[in-house]
């Protein structure tokens, strides 16, 4: 005859069950933590919520599969902690601003009126080719036809675009433009700083440094207009 208790609660007896119920706490708030470490891009397209939920749950299905000596009724209430603390949160975030904000964090602009939002650019862990290459793909190729660049807290981006008329000089993102940075401005044109974006005309110079970051690598702006 099958041993049903085993199966049910494998190895371990009723004293262990405050136990599980503590790991697996534990396990949920070191995995939120982890996630909102690493960033709105690291949860894109899910929210924090969501990977909690999946990661928790995915790892109480797989051990009692997987060992024999994981008990079915341990997962059961594996499931049952962390479907009820994923209520909790939930309920809270929607009862707390200050939560809401500590748990899924908040909007945060990266460009603004056609330059870079350094010091906000420092809290998001974004890579520079990815983020180049999500806005080319809204058909931008200069930064002077972006009014306000948001990313928001699903990790996604935000442009507002400045109208075609408005458009002025700005950074170029093209990769064959953007590659040719250089220190010394042999002709007077508009530049963009190759790090902040600010741009402005410069005189011939062996080196110039950028009031804004005070950085020396310059891309010769462009104005084109947005084509959609």
Not at 47 to 64: K, Q, R, T, W
Not at 99 to 106: L, N, S
Not at 197 to 219: A, F, S
């Given at each position: 005859?099958?041993?049903?208790?085993?199966?049910?609660?494998?190895?371990?007896?009723?004293?262990?069950?405050?136990?599980?119920?503590?790991?697996?706490?534990?396990?949920?708030?070191?995995?939120?933590?982890?996630?909102?470490l690493l960033g709105k891009r690291g949860v894109k397209q899910l929210?924090?919520?969501?990977?909690?939920?999946?990661?928790?749950?995915?790892?109480?299905?797989?051990?009692?599969m997987f060992y024999k000596e994981v008990g079915i009724g341990s997962?059961?209430?594996?499931?049952?902690?962390?479907?009820?603390?994923?209520?909790?949160?939930?309920?809270?975030?929607?009862?707390?601003?200050?939560?809401?904000?500590?748990?899924?964090?908040?909007?945060?602009?990266?460009?603004?009126?056609?330059?870079?939002?350094?010091?906000?650019?420092?809290?998001?862990?974004?890579?520079?080719?990815?983020?180049?290459?999500?806005?080319?793909?809204?058909?931008?190729?200069?930064?002077?036809?972006?009014?306000?660049?948001?990313?928001?807290?699903?990790?996604?981006?935000?442009?507002?675009?400045?109208?075609n008329e408005e458009i002025k000089f700005g950074l170029p993102i093209?990769?064959?433009?953007?590659?040719?940075?250089?220190?010394?401005?042999?002709?007077?044109?508009?530049?963009?700083?190759?790090?902040?974006?600010?741009?402005?005309?410069?005189?011939?110079?062996?080196?110039?440094?950028?009031?804004?970051?005070?950085?020396?690598?310059?891309?010769?702006?462009?104005?084109?207009?947005?084509?959609?």
């Open positions: 005859m099958p041993d049903f208790e085993k199966i049910i609660f494998g190895d371990e007896n009723w004293t262990f069950i405050p136990e599980i119920i503590i790991r697996t706490l534990i396990m949920y708030i070191i995995i939120l933590v982890s996630l909102r929210s924090i919520f969501e990977l909690v939920v999946i990661i928790s749950l995915g790892s109480a299905a797989g051990d009692p997962a059961i209430l594996v499931f049952a902690v962390v479907v009820s603390a994923y209520k909790l949160t939930s309920f809270l975030v929607g009862k707390s601003v200050p939560i809401a904000k500590v748990v899924e964090g908040t909007s945060t602009c990266l460009i603004r009126e056609g330059e870079f939002s350094i010091e906000n650019f420092k809290k998001e862990p974004l890579a520079q080719d990815e983020f180049f290459a999500e806005l080319r793909q809204k058909n931008i190729t200069h930064l002077g036809q972006v009014k306000l660049t948001i990313i928001e807290t699903s990790g996604e981006l935000s442009v507002f675009f400045y109208k093209l990769p064959d433009l953007f590659d040719k940075q250089h220190k010394e401005i042999k002709y007077p044109a508009i530049y963009s700083c190759s790090f902040c974006g600010n741009t402005l005309k410069i005189e011939p110079t062996n080196k110039h440094i950028c009031p804004k970051c005070e950085k020396v690598k310059w891309v010769e702006a462009i104005n084109e207009e947005r084509i959609t």
